[in-house]
């Protein structure tokens, strides 16, 4: 008695981004690129979930190709569904903010000593 092996569906045209689709089960497929994770699509009922490379949900899509277009813009923009611009703006001001309050923070406990 032999066992067939099955392997995962590979895609062979990874989209312009040379992001790479692997279907791991039915209805789950995982992305990456250059060899990296960066996300997967879960079939859900009534459509598709979106994850990032961290588990964090990108959002949810009615079809498959509407769900991995979703990452793609994701992993390229970094931004999540809900989150606008504006508000993505303001979070990388608010993170270049910490770190020079941080390092004036550094630099004034190197110079108290001296002061």
């Known amino acids: 008695m032999t066992t067939a092996m099955t392997s995962p569906e590979v895609s062979t045209q990874p989209t312009a981004e040379r992001i790479t689709w692997t279907t791991v089960a039915r209805g789950f497929s995982v992305a990456s690129?250059?060899?990296?994770?960066?996300?997967?699509?879960?079939?859900?009922?009534g459509g598709f979930v979106?994850?990032?490379s961290r588990n964090g949900i990108v959002g949810r899509r009615e079809t498959l190709d509407d769900a991995r277009e979703?990452?793609?813009?994701a992993v390229d923009g970094g931004i999540a569904e809900g989150v606008s611009?504006?508000?993505e703006l303001w979070r990388r001001a608010?993170?270049?903010?910490?770190v020079v309050a941080g390092g004036v923070l550094l630099t004034a406990g190197m110079l108290a000593p001296w002061l």
């Open 33 to 45: 690129r250059d060899g990296e994770y960066v996300g997967c699509v879960d079939e859900v009922e």
């Open 50 to 52: 979106v994850r990032d």
């Open 70 to 73: 979703a990452l793609r813009l």
């Open 85 to 87: 611009e504006t508000d």
């Open 94 to 98: 608010a993170a270049v903010s910490a």
